[in-house]
T-cell receptor
């Protein structure tokens, strides 16, 4: 069966510090991968998605970036965190053409920028 | 107009009650529809997909109305464990899904 891992589970970082969040998927090949952010009391905002190694699409302009160095690894990064980057970061995967199939979420990382 | 709109609630209902949520979407070309459940401080989990003919899974029934561009979720015989936020999810023609902000349900003893 497929599983998705995210780490760390929680993170407290000062403004201006760098960020690296990792997501890995097991039990499937060539998944579509997604990064979402959920601010407190808000809906999910799609940040990035990837349909293959090295293929990243950005949905919103921001100071975050994403990379997919391996088939089942997706990394979210920032060079300098802002206060507004605080939130619940969720990684998700799906299989298919990347057009409307079910997505499955990892446990998420709660980031607090102080 | 938002791509996916939901009443945020909260819906406070007693145990055993029947409760229904609606969700409207703006893209008439959308083909895939889902309901996800999100517990407090947890990741969203798929509750059910929504098919054109409607579908039922135990106490949960989902319906799709393409003409009026809305989907609905009906929960019968509510349990305390049904308390959660229910997210309406629609594909919007891009390579991703769009999530509504969610409807919060609180089932009370």
């Amino acid at each position: 069966s497929q599983t998705i891992h995210q780490w760390p589970a929680t993170l407290v970082q000062p403004v201006g510090s760098p960020l690296s969040l990792e997501c890995t998927v097991e039990g499937t090949s060539n998944p579509n991968l997604y990064w979402y952010r959920q601010a407190a009391g808000r809906g999910l905002q799609l940040l990035f998605y990837s349909v293959g190694i090295g293929q990243i699409s950005s949905e919103v302009p921001q100071n975050l970036s994403a990379s997919r160095p391996q088939d089942r690894q997706f990394i979210l990064s920032s060079k300098k965190l802002l206060l507004s980057d605080s939130g619940y970061y969720l990684c998700a995967w799906s299989v298919g053409a990347g057009e409307g199939e079910t997505q499955y979420f990892g446990p998420g990382t709660r980031l607090l920028v102080l | 107009r938002k791509e996916v709109e939901q009443d945020p609630g909260p819906f406070n209902v007693p145990e055993g009650a029947t409760v229904a949520f609606n969700c409207t979407y703006s893209n008439s070309a959308s083909q895939s529809f889902f309901w996800y459940r999100q517990d407090c401080r947890k990741e969203p989990k798929l509750l059910m997909s929504v098919y054109s003919s409607g579908n039922e899974d135990g106490r949960f029934t989902a319906q799709l109305n393409r003409a009026s561009q809305y989907i609905s979720l009906l929960i019968r015989d509510s349990k305390l464990s049904d308390s959660a936020t229910y997210l309406c999810v629609v594909d919007t023609g891009r390579r991703a899904l769009t999530f509504g902000s969610g409807t919060r349900l609180q089932v009370q003893p």
